[in-house]
């Protein structure tokens, strides 16, 4: 506890010491337009735009933090009675060194040439949804929720959500500019009639390696900072009530593998089904729902005793998913959606139908329903009813209080599951963020110790990020819905992250030395986990960065597990000391590489890990990366050495920004396996279009002469605006 008080006395110095510039904030003008734009890229030679009041001033985070952009950037906002318009000219006076590459549909815009749009609908300073795109008109969509844009965790941003827009891009002597075209079915807002949003836009020059926003903004924060946007005034959006229907065939066709002999086909119909009962509350349905067109899951390397996290890439589940989040992330998720459509036993289980009431009622006050029906397994395991409900009042200044209540019911009883939760957020100030949660589980034959809890509080200025979080997790504290990586823990984690611009010394860009700490204790008080990360990454501003780390590590092992088949971890307590070096080149250059060391002690014995990638994009069209994880072990165990290796290739090629062949090759050393995913996409918009699906699995494990595993999946869906 000593330490603990020495760390928060530190903070509130340093609160008195630093305090920020209060600055306006700017306002934009929202035109109605007499007539939609053609929807071309040409900015400078449509007369429409020319007639709209461009918003400009740009300023820099990086990397001269609060100087003025380099190259001027002219935005302009026009709204038609169905469609919201921006258009945005980025003038350069080298555009052919624009870094123009990778123009798939989400591809990362960090260290492309990029212009991105945050839009807050309800002016809520919390949720937003972002629009982006790079001279090759790629499209880019995201949401924000709890929107903080600052330090560690103090927002959640899914990239996974998509939704119906355009944008066309040109590029010429003057640089590039862009047209966007948003339909206000896209987004959410308070009703119709004259209202004011909250707005920001974000302009990247990656040769310069220069990032500057039209409401500015400190380098600690980025885009989602909704406290900081500027004001769209005067948008008069439609009264919103629609109905789009998604429907859905799918013909797959599978051999091989663990099936009966010979080709094995099925036919499928469905349909999702999205319905506007206001411009902020959104229903919707689904049935027989099918996910083909989904990319797997990477293969990921576990060698301890505890559970793995994948994300949820299934689009029904995504919109709103942030608002559904309650817990501690990479330990404990209330509600993980990813359980549903997976038996007890992990096999996979048909979503029959299901219904999703999301969005807002007034201003201020989220809500969010769910009912999901699963079929029978293949494993004869019965379906499964699954209901959630979640309330969320939001308050000035970044904060909130919230419940959850999530229900799985089953045929017998005793496989009933229940989760309660309470959470909340307290901003105080610009620097100061309280957070946490209560919970309780209810499962028949646990009683007793089966709750779960955590505090935190977070600490936020430009050249410093800390925080300190204080979970406590049950024994039988029991989310079946969710996700629980361990239980049975006190945890106490803590992290101080300072950023030194550097001004080019030695040409440096910055310099972040961190350090970070969390361990675990059981209800007996067995220390059983801890990590102790101290490191200094180094920056230059021609985008090489070095990371030099030491990592103290203890595991207290009170039950033998299997690390990898035939080795076992035995009883002990494992301290142990590791070096952690991280090489990264040049990403925004064509060809880049990082290689990650660790070397140290491991469980008794030594480990030396290696993880080694490389990527390579030609034009806007192809980009590849290659990867491989070498975990090189030794432990004084029978069986004690070993290797395990994961390797991975991933290539896209997209012949426009709606048309796209993608291709995963993975290869795990554990079970000698090879996959490969092969998907061909030509997209109408969003989610919806013709996908072509080849999944391959060799795996030697298989007893007898079993052939490849190979299956085809053929799927076209297509949006319909019935109102």
Known sequence: ML??????M?????????????TAQPTLQAQLLDEP?????LVLEDPLWQSVAPGTNFQQVQPNEGMPASARTEIRVGYSADTLFVAVVCFDDDPASLIVADSRRDADLSDLDSFQIIIDGFQDRQNGFVFGTTPAAGEYDGQVTKGGGGGFGSSSFNLNWDAPWEVQTHIGDFGWSAEFAIPFKSLRYRGQGQQNWGINFQRNIARLDEVSYWAPLERQYNLYRLTEAGTLASVSPPSQRSLKVTPYVLGAFDRGGNAEPGTHNEMDVGFDAKIALTPSLMLDVTYNTDFAQVEVDEVQVNLDRFSIFLPEKRPFFLENA?????GDPGDVELFFSRRIGLDSDGAPQPIDAGVRLSGKMGIATNVGAMHMQTGDSENGIAGVDFSLLRLSQEFKNRSSLGVLFVDKSSELSAEDNQTYAIDGRLGLGDEWTLSGYVAQTDTPGLSGDDKAMRMRADYNVPSLDAYLAYARVGDNFNPEVGFLRRKNYEKISTMIWHRKR??????????RPHVFFRGYQDDEGFYESGFLHIDNHWEWTSGFEVHTGLNFIREGVQEPFEIVEGTFVPVGEYDHKESQIVVMSNPRKALSASVTSRIGGF??????????????????????????INNDIELPVANGDFEVNVARLRMSYSFSPKVLLQALVQYDDRSDATAMNLRFSWLQTANSGLYLVYNELDNDEFIGPLEKRREIAIKYSRILDVL
């Not at 330490?3 to 928060?8: D, E, M, S, V």
């Not at 530190?10 to 209060?22: E, F």
């Not at 734009?37 to 890229?41: E, F």
């Open 603 to 628: 469980y008794g014995g030594d480990r030396v890990s290696t993880e080694l990638q490389a990527s390579y994009r030609l034009a806007e069209a192809f980009t590849s990366e290659l990867s491989w």
């Open 3 to 8: 330490y603990l008080n020495r760390f928060l």
């Open 502 to 511: 550097m001004n080019d010394r030695w040409g440096l860009f910055e310099l």
């Open 10 to 22: 530190v903070l509130v110095v340093m609160t008195s010491l630093l305090s920020r510039p209060v």
């Open 322 to 326: 942030g608002q559904f989040s309650v």
């Open 37 to 41: 734009p053609a929807l071309d890229g």
